[in-house]
């Protein structure tokens, strides 16, 4: 819907409230100073199914068209916002797409705005309660839910994929800006040709082109090690080429600057590390300021700077982010770098869910790399973990002696949500979380800001959706059966109305459920004593596979502290990163895991699902990598070896655990065992209802014991 006739004072009072002025202002900005902001709607459809007394929605598809304020102080921390090429106004301009949820009938929403951060641009997991049924939770309590791109590296690959436009830095004569920059071909399988960007999730993102195809110039390299902390071994500049040589190519094959050819081609045994001159940097942080202001305009405007309506206009009170892994890290970079405070001074989200997400985001550095991380052969030295990891403002990191934590800005500007962090045991063992809970040198246990919470989902991997039926094994590729029976979906959904309730209604939320040093559920690695677990097996093409009897090996991610160079911003993981590989300053913070239970081996501390409260077996948060010569843990996988159905079979085995048989005595102790578990849950405030529901109608239905 257009606006034809608008009266004047009212299009710049909805400007200034969506684009940064105060209401406290006589005097309106300058047009020229003020971001202009463009709301585009290409369609409206109807979302399916019928909510509660919320009714119908529909699903709205469309795009932002916004400005970033070079000069003004809000945006002064994004890295080379200066070197941005600018429109006539002064302004840098960006885009994002988005896809809006929302009641047919607004009078009837809730006024809470959920924002779901896509992970690198996809929409996947949108709320689909034909496949989730408990996601229609949401919808049934009017939320308003949006996806918004805020990651400019993201290519348009289908449809599923949101992507932002972000500006592309200059120098100021207009020539190319070029500088280091280091990526990581990870090789799955025999290859001639490997594309860029490279990095085990990275892979699919817009590289960065090299400044020549050229590599025998200074700067350029490629090596080779088998694992992460072994030696690089150079491999001559005649062997290797920026060039395609797929198919009847042959090395050299065809120069490609988004190609790396090898001769001989590249071997899965080994992790190739590429460094060279990159050219043409793209502006990451403007990503953020984007989603500052789009969730800004949609929670307060009446109308675009063009006239246009805010389909959401009036009828936001309250707004919430979420992001999940790499989107999760996105939105604790987003509260680090003080983007909550929005343009005209208040709050941008009320309320903030990082989910499974320890580290922070590498979207503001020269030449970023937002969708990066670590995985397989995890890379110790990738951005997003060097900026500071305690919450408290005050927080001190005595390995590097810096000071102040990720709300340090927005206590400063008075604009802290209410905050939620979850973590998996994947987030202990590979992507260096502890440091959120104790100090650097991990002998204290951190005491978090009041408007904090930080919940362990107890005896989990990063991501799945549990059960029994979720476990896989490739004795290749794993050497457990890959999985954990013991999820974090429901748990997530529970604290996620959770937060709702004390955003909106002041009610305290469960309180954190964490390990800890004090009670000695926090411990180093190499302090965990598993039972004994053997005598098992598990099917694999329809046949029983022996799985080897449970070898616990205290293999686990380090965090060393870096230095990538003088014009690096290690504290705010932003600026421009010259010396890559980063060089080791001998330091290391220290990382400790959650003490597993002696008995069943599931994890002492945090909150419990209804899986590992009735186990069918012991879920592990970590396995290990079945390929010979590589020592690592598998990629983000946990592991599952269950229990012995009988006593006879669990002693005969020579199994220290105890049997399902001792546990419940039968099927209807089984079920028993996951009622009560579901209900004591439901009144921790830690299960919905639906969700406990569910539960005991899969115990029933499940073949444990005769």
């Known amino acids: 819907m257009r606006h034809t006739a608008i009266p004047s004072a009212l299009l710049a009072a909805a400007l200034l409230a969506a684009c940064g002025g105060s209401d406290n202002d006589d005097t309106p900005a300058p047009p020229a100073a003020t971001p202009q902001l463009k709301l585009s709607i290409t369609a409206t459809e109807d979302f399916p199914g019928s909510y509660g007394s919320v009714g119908a929605y529909e699903k709205l598809t469309g795009s932002i068209s916004g400005e970033v304020d070079p000069k003004d102080p809000k945006n002064a921390v994004i890295q080379d916002l200066a070197l941005a090429p600018v429109n006539a106004r002064g302004m840098v301009e960006y885009s994002a797409e988005f896809v809006l949820l929302k009641p047919k009938d607004m009078a009837k929403a809730s006024g809470v705005l959920r924002y779901d951060a896509p992970n690198r641009g996809n929409i996947l997991t949108m709320l689909n309660p034909a496949a989730t049924p408990s996601d229609a939770v949401y919808l049934e309590r009017g939320y308003v839910v949006l996806y918004s791109a805020w990651q400019g590296d993201v290519p348009k690959s289908n449809a599923a994929r949101l992507t932002a436009t972000v500006p592309v830095a200059k120098n100021a004569d207009g020539s190319s800006i070029t500088g280091t920059y280091r990526s990581e071909l990870v090789p799955s399988a025999a290859t001639p040709v490997m594309a860029l960007p490279g990095g085990v999730f990275n892979g699919s993102m817009i590289p960065y082109a090299p400044a020549s195809l050229d590599n025998t110039l200074p700067g350029y390299s490629l090596t080779r090690r088998v694992n992460e902390t072994d030696a690089r071994q150079l491999i001559p500049a005649s062997d290797w080429k920026f060039a395609d040589c797929s198919a009847a190519n042959a090395f050299p094959g065809t120069p490609d600057g988004s190609k790396v050819c090898l001769k001989g081609g590249f071997d899965p045994k080994y992790l190739y590390e590429l460094v060279y001159v990159a050219k043409d940097p793209k502006v990451m942080g403007v990503g953020l300021a984007a989603l500052r202001d789009t969730v800004s305009f949609f929670r307060k405007a009446q109308v675009d700077s063009a006239g246009t309506a805010n389909p959401l206009a009036g009828r936001i009170t309250h707004t919430i982010g979420q992001g999940t892994s790499q989107s999760g890290n996105a939105m604790k970079t987003f509260l680090h770098l003080g983007f909550n405070q929005a343009l005209d001074g208040g709050k941008v989200f009320d309320g903030l869910y990082a989910h499974v997400a320890a580290r922070q ?336 109608q899969q115990a029933q239905a499940a073949a444990v014991l005769p």
């Open 361 to 696: 985001t590498n979207i503001n550095t020269r030449f970023a790399v937002p969708g990066g991380g670590g995985g397989l052969r995890t890379d110790h030295t990738a951005f997003g973990q060097t900026a500071p990891r305690g919450l408290a403002a005050d927080y001190l990191d005595d390995v590097s002696g810096r000071q102040g934590g990720v709300m340090k800005r927005c206590v400063a500007s008075n604009t802290c949500p209410r905050f939620f962090l979850g973590l998996s045991g994947t987030e202990f063992w590979q992507l260096q979380g502890s440091p959120v809970l104790t100090d650097a040198y991990g002998l204290r246990d951190l005491a978090q800001p009041d408007n904090a919470r930080i919940y362990y989902y107890a005896s989990t991997q990063h991501g799945g959706s549990g059960g029994t039926a979720s476990i896989a094994y490739a004795p290749t590729r794993n050497v457990y059966p890959a999985g954990t029976v013991v999820h974090f979906n429901d748990t997530f959904r529970a604290l996620f109305v959770a937060l709702e309730d004390w955003v909106v209604r002041g009610t305290e939320p469960p309180a954190s459920q964490v390990p800890k040093l004090a009670d000695g559920t926090l411990a180093r690695p190499d302090q965990l004593v598993f039972p004994t677990m053997k005598g098992l097996s598990w099917p694999v093409s329809g046949t029983a596979t022996a799985i080897p009897d449970f070898n616990y090996l205290a293999r686990y991610n380090g965090f060393p502290l870096f230095d990538f160079g003088p014009q690096y911003i290690p504290q705010d993981e932003s600026g421009i990163a010259t010396l890559l590989p980063p060089y080791y300053t001998g330091r290391d913070y220290a990382i400790l895991v959650p003490q597993v239970d002696p008995t069943t081996g599931l994890t002492r501390a945090g909150i419990k699902s209804v899986e590992a409260r009735a186990p069918l077996g012991t879920s592990i948060e970590f396995n290990y990598v079945a390929t010979p010569g590589i020592v690592d843990l598998s990629n983000l996988t946990g592991s599952f070896i269950p229990f012995h159905t009988t006593e006879a079979a669990r002693i005969a085995a020579g199994d220290t655990r105890p049997s399902l048989e001792s546990l419940y005595g039968t099927q209807a102790g089984y079920v028993a065992a996951v009622t009560t578990a579901a209900n004591q849950l439901v009144a921790e405030r830690l299960l919905l209802q639906r969700d406990a529901d569910l539960r005991i």
